[in-house]
């Protein structure tokens, strides 16, 4: 007959518990912030090489959007290993967080879509 573990379940307090909560929130809106920055990032990327192409040489529609685009792709980045880093670190507590690798799928995702966008930038302004 298996042995069961008679000891006591611990008691968590409801203060803990919400601050526990509080802070995987903040991590998903510290994430979010990152992607949101990325996401703004790219898309005014793609707009000054869309609508400014004629108006300024194409030195500087590529070097001002490749810049966006790195910048993109460098907030994309970090906000995997920041969500990644505390997760790792809040993994012993009893909170629903998001799978760290469905971050990194996310975050690899809009990086290969910003190589793309700045692949594609490079080839039409030209």
Avoid at 28 to 39: F, H, K
Avoid at 68 to 90: E, G, V
Wanted: proline residues 4%; aromatic residues 6%.
């Amino acid at each position: 007959m298996p042995e069961t573990d008679n000891r006591p379940a611990p008691i968590v307090d409801s203060r803990e518990e919400l601050a526990q909560d509080r802070t995987a929130l903040a991590s998903e809106r510290t994430y979010a912030s990152w992607v949101r920055t990325g996401l703004a990032s790219l898309a005014t990327a793609l707009g000054i090489a869309k609508f400014i192409d004629d108006s300024v040489p194409v030195w500087a529609v590529r070097s001002i959007a490749s810049l966006l685009i790195l910048l993109a792709m460098l907030s994309f980045l970090l906000a995997a290993w920041r969500y990644s880093d505390l997760s790792k670190k809040l993994n012993n507590l009893d909170i629903a967080l998001i799978p760290h690798q469905i971050v990194l799928l996310i975050s690899g995702v809009m990086i290969i879509c910003s190589t793309l966008a700045l692949g594609i930038i490079w080839m039409m302004t030209g």
